[in-house]
C-alpha cells in the first residue's frame, strides 16, 4: 500500500488559518472513520492533535481541527501562533495496517 | 503517567539482527495494543508493526514481513521488535506507541543504523 499524500510544506502569518490535505484511497482514508494527525517539532517524537478523524485529546487547542471528505481528509489550523510551526503528519487506519502520509512543514512567516 | 521507554539500537551490519524493546508503565498494560513507528532520517512515519493486548494478534507492514518479529511479555510490561536480515533502509529512529488505530503515547525513539 502507498503512503497517503500530503502537501511538502505549507506556510501562513500569525492570526490566519491554514488547511492540510491528506488523500488516500477508499481502502483507507475514504473507508475508514479512523483518520489521525500528529504535529512533531525536530527532533521530537510525534504528538497526537487528532484521531477519529474531528476527535481532539485532552489539552490540544481547539484552534486544532479535523475534517473528512470522500478519500481526503483535512487538518485546519486557525489563528495560526508562532508555536504550531512544525512538522504534521496524517495518519489512517487500512484494515490490518496503518498507512501515514510523507508529513507537511507548516511554516508560520 | 504513561512512559514508554526503547532500548536496544545501535549500529549493525546489513544482513544482521537487532532486538528493540519497549518498556511501558503508567496505564493497564494488557488493554492496550502497542505499535512501532519508524522515520528514517529527514523522511515522513512508517508505521512498522503492531501487536494485541493479549499477544495473540499480530500485524506487520509489507515492507518488514518475514523479517521482523513483534511480541510482548506482560508479565515485565514490555514490547520486543526482532529485527533480522536487515537491510540499509532499515536505519531510522523506531518510536514504539500505544494502540495501532491511533497513536496516543509515544516513546522518545531509539536510533538504528544499518551501515557496512
Known amino acids: 500500500q502507498s503512503a497517503l499524500t500530503q502537501p511538502r510544506s505549507v506556510s501562513g502569518s500569525p492570526g490566519q488559518s491554514i488547511t492540510i490535505s491528506c488523500t488516500g484511497t477508499?481502502?483507507?482514508?475514504?473507508?475508514?472513520?479512523?483518520v489521525s494527525w500528529y504535529q512533531q517539532y525536530l527532533g521530537k517524537a510525534p504528538k497526537l492533535i487528532i484521531y477519529?478523524?474531528?476527535k481532539r485529546p485532552s489539552g490540544v487547542p481547539d484552534r486544532f481541527s479535523g475534517s473528512k471528505s470522500g478519500n481526503t481528509a483535512s487538518l485546519t489550523i486557525s489563528g495560526l501562533q508562532a508555536e504550531d510551526e512544525a512538522e504534521y503528519h496524517c495518519?489512517?487506519?487500512?484494515?490490518?495496517?496503518?498507512?501515514f502520509g510523507g508529513g507537511t512543514k507548516l511554516t508560520v512567516l | 503517567e504513561v512512559q514508554l521507554v526503547e532500548s536496544g539500537g545501535g549500529l549493525v551490519q546489513p544482513g544482521g539482527s537487532l532486538r528493540l524493546s519497549c518498556a511501558a508503565s503508567g496505564f493497564t498494560f494488557t488493554n492496550y495494543a502497542i505499535s512501532w513507528v519508524r522515520q528514517a532520517p529527514g523522511k515522513g512515519l512508517e508505521w512498522v508493526s503492531a501487536?494485541?493486548?493479549?499477544?495473540?494478534?499480530?500485524y506487520y507492514a509489507e515492507s518488514v514481513k518475514g523479517r521482523f518479529t513483534i511480541s510482548r511479555d506482560n508479565s515485565k510490561n514490555t514490547v520486543y521488535l526482532q529485527m533480522n536480515s536487515l537491510r540499509t533502509e532499515d536505519t531510522a529512529t523506531y518510536y514504539c506507541a500505544t494502540r495501532m488505530v491511533y497513536f496516543d503515547y509515544w516513546g522518545q525513539g531509539t536510533l538504528v543504523t544499518v551501515s557496512s
Open positions: 501487536i494485541g493486548g493479549s499477544g495473540a494478534v499480530t
Open positions: 477519529d478523524v474531528t
Open positions: 495518519c489512517s487506519y487500512a484494515g490490518s495496517s496503518t498507512l
Open positions: 477508499s481502502s483507507d482514508v475514504g473507508g475508514y472513520h479512523y
